[in-house]
Structure formats: C-alpha cells, structure tokens
C-alpha cells in the first residue's frame, strides 16, 4: 500500500519556469523529508520539514508541510537544466524515521535549456 | 571514500539461485536500512536494524533475509532468487536527522 502519493510523476519543461511537486497522505508524519537522486546514484536529502506550516528555503527551492502534517509541496523557482532529476517524498512516523522511511513514487522532472 | 558502500554494484543471476548483496558503513550509525526500487514504485523498505543484536522486518521482507554482522556492516540475501526480485537495491544508514544511502546495487534475476 502506498501511503504517499505524489505527483506529477513525470514532468518537463522549459528553462526558467516554475514547478510544483506534490506529496500527499491520509497519514500523519512526525516528519517529511524530500530526496533528490541522479541516475547511478543513491537519494541524497534536500530538506527536513518538522513542524505543520512549515516552510524552509533552499536557494531556489522552497518546502511546505501542511499544517495536519500529511501533505507537503516542492515549489522550484525559474528552473534549470541542472534541477534534472527524480524527485523523493519520505514520511517518517518515528522519530526521524528511526523505523525507516515511507517513500511516494518519485516525480521526474526534466529541465530543457 | 563514500561514507555509504554496497557490492556488487551490478548482479546478474538465475532463478533459484542465492545471493548475497553486502553493505558497509564508515558513518559510525547503528541504524542500518535495506530499500528495493523499482519503477514507478518508489522505494520501499526491507529490514532495518538498530544495532547488532536487532533485526526488524519492513513492508517487503519476503523472500528475503538478513545479517548485520556488525555495526558497519548489513548483509541482504535472497535465499532462491525470482524474477520479480529484479530491481535496484539500496542500503541505507540513519543519524536519527537524515538517511543516508549508499550507491545501489543493481539486480538482475533471468
């Protein structure tokens, strides 16, 4: 059963537009964390979102946790080539996943010049 | 060196056949992770283990087992391989804040 759903799955678009990715649960997580993967190569992490309401920064990158904590929002900012990649949602029901991590499907997002 | 190490990186085997994909941490975590990926499905969990004497079972530990033979190192093994085990697989290490997975390991089962 998957308990995030995320969406797009897929998406493509044009240099210097902005996007939003999905994540969303009939869950309540102690925490959201957002991954990035490149091909060959493990999730790294991007952010941890703690606290319903919260909204944290990172360069051209805001995160937003929904205030019940089930859903969360990656919104990108004029986006580059370099943003290319699989996009992650993970919900912790622990303690920063302690018990492991609840992954959505992933969104592709590809960046054209 | 990568903090987070799994071998093989590639793995072609038989139906039937068992395998062992190993993982090795110098973070210095006792929590210990495996994750499969497959397309389409995202990642979804294994076993994982908090220290050595721990073993717990995650969403999809049939047909699976493993070993964690130290605090640095997590065995994953498929007892008699299927096709539907076809996927990538990924260790994982946590501080509590933040996981952190090694390079994956591609499997194969014909």
Redesign the interface.
């Known amino acids: 059963t998957q308990l995030l759903e995320q969406s797009p799955q897929f998406l493509s678009i044009q240099e210097g537009e902005n996007l939003t990715v999905y994540c969303n649960s009939s869950s309540v997580f102690s925490s959201l964390q957002w991954y990035r993967q490149e091909p060959g190569e493990g999730p790294v992490l991007l952010v941890t979102v703690v606290t319903g309401g919260e909204v944290k920064k990172l360069k051209r990158l805001t995160f937003q946790f929904g205030d019940a904590r089930k859903d969360s929002s990656l919104h990108i900012t004029a986006a580059q080539p370099g943003d290319t990649g699989l996009y992650l949602c993970a919900g912790a029901h622990s303690g920063g996943g302690a018990d492991g991590l609840t992954f959505g499907k992933g969104t592709h997002l590809i960046i054209q010049p | 060196d990568a903090d987070?190490t799994q071998t093989p990186r590639n793995r072609i085997t038989k139906t039937g056949k068992r395998i062992m994909l190993e993982c090795s941490q110098t973070k210095g975590h006792d929590?210990m992770?495996w994750?499969r990926q497959d397309p389409?499905?995202?990642?979804?969990?294994i076993y994982?283990s908090?220290d050595v004497k721990d073993i717990?079972k995650?969403?999809i530990s049939d047909g699976y087992s493993v070993s964690r033979q130290a605090q640095a190192k997590f065995s994953l093994s498929l007892e008699s391989a299927i096709p539907n085990q076809t996927a990538l697989y990924?260790c994982?290490t946590?501080?509590?804040?933040?996981?952190f997975?090694?390079?994956?390991t591609r499997l194969t089962v014909l």
């Open positions: 987070v929590r992770y994750y389409g499905l995202g990642l979804r969990l994982y908090f717990n995650g969403e990924f994982a946590s501080d509590l804040l933040e996981q997975f090694g390079p994956g």
